[in-house]
Nanobody
Framework: QVQLVESGGGSVQAGGSLTLSCAISGSTLSRYCMAWFRQAPGKEREGVAAIDSGDRRTYTNSVKGRFTISRDNVKNTLTLQMNSLKPADTAIYYC???????????????????????WGQGTQVTVSS
């Protein structure tokens, strides 16, 4: 069974950058559609970005142009590069997977929690003003 472990969270000032990583074990990354979600205190978990096996990507509007999702099928690692961070980006960030490798081939609206079946434990990102 696939397991996901996030790393790379931390504290940064507004305008700064962070890179999150998600290590996959128990299976092969190429078999999965992958995504990043986040959950701020008192708010619902929201989708941030997703990528499929064909390197198709989708982003939520609030992070377009600032965040980049990528995957390395050899290293079995998912990455989220976050630039120009804002206090509103403060949240716990979660890695998620679903065994639909070509998830973005025909649709783009997949950034909802019910679509993904496997989740990591999360990593905290705090952006101060």
């Amino acid at each position: 069974q696939v397991q996901l472990v996030e790393s790379g969270g931390g504290s940064v000032q507004a305008g700064g950058s962070l890179t999150l990583s998600c290590a996959i074990s128990g299976s092969t990354l190429s078999r999965y559609c992958m995504a990043w979600f986040r959950q701020a205190p008192g708010k619902e978990r929201e989708g941030v970005a997703a990528i499929d096996s064909g390197d198709r990507r989708t982003y939520t509007n609030s992070v377009k142009g600032r965040f980049t999702i990528s995957r390395d099928n050899v290293k079995n690692t998912l990455t989220l590069q976050m630039n120009s961070l804002k206090p509103a980006d403060t949240a716990i960030y979660y890695c998620a997977a679903v065994a639909i490798p070509t998830c973005l081939q025909y649709v783009s609206e997949i950034l909802y929690t019910g679509y993904f079946t496997t989740w990591g434990q999360g990593t905290q990102v705090t952006v101060s003003s």
